[in-house]
């Protein structure tokens, strides 16, 4: 992916969540689908502003990382209702 | 470093992109900022009502138009860097004044948003999301500061490896950014 592809993603993905919240869906669902995006936007901006994708092994640790942030994230935003 | 064709490729931390030590302040930085924002939704337990009527007088679409302006400085800053490995300072240059005019505006739109905190009587006692509201923009926005100034001297001598990581740096501001906006701003905004 190039880097204004990259950015291309990352402007359809901030408006998507953008457009979830002032849809006025609540709950659950819309948090999670919001966090989701959120998530999908920093691993574009990891492997493709960082260039962390150079380093995959380095790319895989930091997911992981990320993901259990999410997850955390996620749990208390379901336990928020 | 350069390799010959029959070296193997890198890997592990030989693999990684960029400074070293600028690896371990964004990790630094992640960790702090990733730290704040799971207490901010620990502490949303306690009171998801007043959250929810906090989160109300925050100004969403300026929020999300800065999402807009830093993914976009990011672009610029990250084709900086490809024009500084080419050695067109012209191009580097104005390249990496673009990212930070961005930048510039990003705090300009945040003033504009505390400034109708102060005017309502909104402060960091009101209630405790405006705590973390304040702690962790304000943060935020001092990395910004701080990204615009490092975009500025990298630019004086615009080489390859010092435009690579101030570019890194301003990567780190918007990849926490992404994570704060829809945190602060977007979640329960429909409840």
Do not use: C
Not at chain 1, 44 to 66: C, E, K, M, T
Not at chain 2, 89 to 106: D, E, H
Not at chain 2, 125 to 139: A, I, R
């Amino acid at each position: 992916m190039s880097i204004t592809r990259a950015w291309a993603v990352l402007m359809a993905l901030s408006l998507a969540s953008t457009a979830i919240a002032w849809s006025g869906a609540g709950g659950v669902w819309a948090a999670l689908a919001i966090l989701t995006l959120a998530w999908g936007k920093a691993q574009v901006i990891l492997n493709r502003y960082l260039r962390l994708s150079q380093a995959p092994d380095i790319s895989r640790g930091v997911a992981l990382v990320l993901g259990l942030f999410m997850a955390g994230v996620m749990g208390l935003a379901v336990a928020g209702g | 470093m350069s390799r010959t064709p029959t070296e193997p490729p890198a890997r592990g931390i030989e693999a990684l992109p960029g400074d070293l030590m600028m690896w371990v302040l964004i990790v630094s930085e992640l960790l702090v900022f990733g730290a704040g924002l799971l207490a901010f939704m620990g502490v949303r337990l306690t009171d998801p009502a007043g959250f929810a009527e906090a989160q109300s007088h925050l100004d969403r679409t300026g929020a999300g138009l800065n999402t807009m302006i830093l993914v976009t400085s990011g672009w610029l800053a990250a084709r900086a860097v490809a024009a500084a490995e080419s050695a067109d300072t012209a191009r580097t240059r104005a390249l990496l004044a673009g990212a930070a005019a961005l930048g510039v505006a990003f705090l300009w739109i945040k003033w504009l948003d505390y400034a109708a905190k102060g005017a309502a009587g909104i402060t960091f006692e009101t209630h405790p999301f405006f705590t973390f509201y304040y702690l962790l923009t304000g943060f935020h926005a001092v990395h910004v500061v701080a990204g615009i100034v490092i975009l500025g001297l990298v630019a004086i001598r615009p080489r390859a490896p010092t435009v690579e990581v101030g570019a890194m740096f301003w990567h780190m501001v918007d990849l926490v950014w992404v994570l704060l906006f829809p945190i602060i701003y977007l979640l329960g905004a429909g409840a």
